[in-house]
């Protein structure tokens, strides 16, 4: 996380920040499950419309706040985590996450719960209305999560015929 950058500016439009990065790049980041997260009473004032709509970057760049000391707000670390959770996970995506895992096209569907012709669906991009959403946080849970993937993972034997005993 070191590369995270600092923040520039910041505006809200209903509960999607648009996050001005010190580096140059803008994105587009749905705070709507944050928001909804159980938290300290201090934190019910983001419950009023007009606070929530008042962000301002605070602490050198490190979080967006919505109080003047910049206790009540999301920092940046956590902000870049939410906007990498949110991008699309496409054809390309699941297939270079099969790639990072080592997994066969077998290996990757049971790992998911899905039938092979699936999962070939789904990397073709072929798959009516994309990857399902459900699909994605796991492709990127047990990515994340060694002990996730140790868990579920069962590795097949090698297809094909066995070789010949010598």
């Known amino acids: 996380m070191a590369d995270t950058p600092r923040i520039e500016s910041v505006s809200i439009a209903g509960t999607v920040l648009t996050v001005g990065w010190r580096d140059g790049t803008r994105e587009n980041i749905d705070i709507a499950g944050w928001l909804a997260r159980p938290g300290p009473d201090e934190f019910d004032i983001l419950k009023d419309p007009a606070v929530l709509a008042n962000p301002k970057v605070a602490n050198w760049g490190t979080v967006v706040a919505w109080d003047e000391e ?97």
């Open 70 to 166: 910049g206790d009540i707000g999301i920092d940046n670390i956590h902000l870049r985590l939410l906007a990498d959770q949110q991008k699309p996970f496409e054809a390309a995506d699941i297939a270079a996450w099969q790639e990072r895992l080592g997994l066969s096209n077998s290996e990757a569907a049971d790992l998911l719960g899905v039938g092979v012709s699936t999962f070939y669906t789904y990397k073709a991009g072929t798959a009516s209305g994309g990857i399902p959403r459900g699909i994605q946080i796991a492709c990127r849970a047990v990515e994340r999560d060694k002990l996730l993937f140790e868990a579920h993972y069962r590795p097949r034997p090698p297809a094909g015929r066995p070789p010949k005993a010598a």
